[in-house]
């Protein structure tokens, strides 16, 4: 049983290894990929965002002959703000905004083409998808799945049976470089591996959200009073409607502004509070109608069920803003230690197949010489 599941660890991880390893490699680069965008490409302000602001950059591209749709913080350092919407030929783009006074400082891609992308967008579109669309979606699904098989394969060999933890956790020089190697290998997976399991788990979670999100019952849905019966939609002042969801929780930073469109006469404002998992985007979420600023609905993420917080956890423990920064730097070490470990054991193949090979040729040469 064992020597099958060693085959399964071996040549699996060899088959699917590029796989594995540029998923791995965009997570730990996807960590800080906002930060690395908005301060060393931008140089963001930190100031505060101006919803009177954005308000008058929706206004700007609709002269221009596009639409917004809708606007978000960055998620790195503050004071920068995207809007998401159609420009004057249809095609999504992103619009990147000093939120203080309304400076359009990039426009991007959101979709594609991918060289037309943000840095941080990039990235996360080649994590989810390798920027090949639903078909790389399915690529990612079926290689997770297999790395979490692989995963556990490799955790059920490395780990040490009753009586030789200390042996594995403080491994002595061994006799061969190879065996010196596996020693190390299988040091590094008793650390490592746990966590890998982890966050494959949580990784794939994320990629079916929606559905997790609908039999939790998130509020993914919009309330029936927003929806639009007649086409009468009216964007007259999204500060306004952010003002009246500010009332509704006061303490909350507002991070998605979703503006009233054909099917939605409603803003949607997204906010964070401070009893939020989530580093940048909360969940709470108040429903504006656009014709009176009355508040329609509001979903508090602090209060709700223990079923709907553990799917909004998903993320929060995917990318380690479980613990704020220790969190993430926690993501970042573990996702190199877990190269690594790909690494090593590519190595480790490497070095008993050429020994195999070297001594299959050396018998060969025995028998051609008759000996």
Not at 98 to 124: C, M, Q, T, Y
Not at 174 to 197: D, Q
Not at 326 to 336: D, E, I, K
Request: proline share 4%; hydrophobic share 45%; net charge positive.
């Amino acid at each position: 049983m064992k020597r099958l599941l060693v085959k399964i660890h071996r040549y699996g991880s060899l088959c699917f290894a590029i796989f594995w390893i540029l998923q791995i490699l965009s997570g730990v680069l996807l960590v800080f990929s906002r930060e690395f965008d908005d301060a060393v490409v931008l140089g963001a302000s930190s100031q505060l965002v101006s919803a009177d602001a954005m308000e008058r950059v929706r206004q700007r591209i609709a002269r221009e002959g596009g639409s917004a749709g809708e606007y978000f913080i960055s998620g790195g350092l503050a004071g920068q703000v995207d809007i998401l919407g159609e420009d004057k030929s249809g095609k999504l783009r992103v619009w990147r905004v000093e939120g203080a006074d309304g400076r359009i400082e990039r426009i991007s891609a959101w979709s594609d083409p991918w060289w037309d992308l943000s840095i941080a967008r990039g990235v996360l579109l080649f994590h989810k998808s390798l920027l090949a669309g639903p078909t790389g979606r399915i690529i990612v699904i079926a290689s997770g799945v297999l790395l979490l098989i692989n995963m556990l394969v490799g955790l059920r060999l490395v780990w040490p049976q009753k009586g030789r933890w200390r042996a594995i956790l403080f491994p002595k020089r061994a006799a061969s470089p190879i065996a010196s190697f596996y020693t190390w290998h299988r040091f590094l997976g008793v650390w490592i591996l746990p966590f890998g399991v982890i966050m494959t788990l949580t990784g794939l979670g994320l990629l079916f959200l929606p559905s997790l999100q609908r039999v939790t019952g998130s509020p993914a849905e919009l309330p029936e009073q927003c929806e639009a019966i007649h086409g009468d939609v009216q964007q007259h002042s999204s500060a306004r409607a952010v003002e009246r969801a500010k009332q509704v929780f006061p303490n909350a930073e507002t991070v998605v502004v979703t503006l009233p469109n054909r099917s939605n006469i409603c803003y949607t404002v997204q906010m964070r509070q401070p009893g939020e998992w989530r580093r940048a985007f909360g969940t709470t979420r108040v429903y504006v109608d656009s014709r009176t600023y009355r508040v329609v609905s509001a979903w508090d993420a602090v209060e709700a069920p223990a079923s709907v917080k553990a799917v909004t956890a998903l993320y929060t423990v995917h990318s380690g803003e479980w613990a704020g920064m220790a969190g993430r730097l926690l993501a970042v070490v573990m996702g190199a230690g877990f190269l690594v470990l790909m690494l090593m054991g590519i190595r480790l193949w490497w070095s008993r197949y050429g020994l195999k090979t070297r001594g299959s040729a050396k018998v060969g040469g025995l028998h051609a010489n008759g000996n």
